[in-house]
């Protein structure tokens, strides 16, 4: 998921930031949570360097696209969170928990198979 324009936003520690990326998933439906499996969700500082706008990236087989084989020995998908980007591109702590909440939503749909445009389609851009 990319940024819009640049801001100079709030710094946070890590394990502020942390905390904010734990009550976005706190916020989403046990029941979807629960279908989440082999999932490990992280903070990193910045993305790769030849996406430096990322805010989040989901790094695995969506369930869509997994078979049989899938199971047997898979290391764990992962969903990325940005910190650096986030941070720059909020104006204030509100704006970064908004952008926070919606980034995580992001990556776990696309967990589920949902992409890009069905995910602008049902309005989380």
């Known amino acids: 998921m990319a940024p819009g324009p640049a801001a100079s936003g709030p ?7 942390e905390l904010i990326v734990d009550e976005a998933l706190d916020a989403i439906p046990s029941r979807l949570l629960d279908l989440l499996d082999n ?12 996406e430096p706008d990322l805010l989040g990236l989901y790094d695995g087989t969506p369930l869509t696209e997994r078979d049989s084989w899938w199971g047997a020995g898979s290391l764990p998908d992962r969903i990325l969170i940005f910190q650096g980007p986030l941070e720059r591109m909020c104006s204030d702590l509100e704006e970064l928990r908004d952008e926070i909440a919606v980034t995580v939503v992001h990556e776990i749909a696309h967990y589920f198979g949902i992409d890009d445009d069905r995910l602008h389609e049902l309005g989380w851009e």
Do not use: N, Q
């Open 39 to 50: 999932v490990a969700i992280m903070v990193e500082d910045e993305p790769p360097p030849d």
């Open 11 to 17: 710094h946070l520690t890590r394990a502020a930031f």
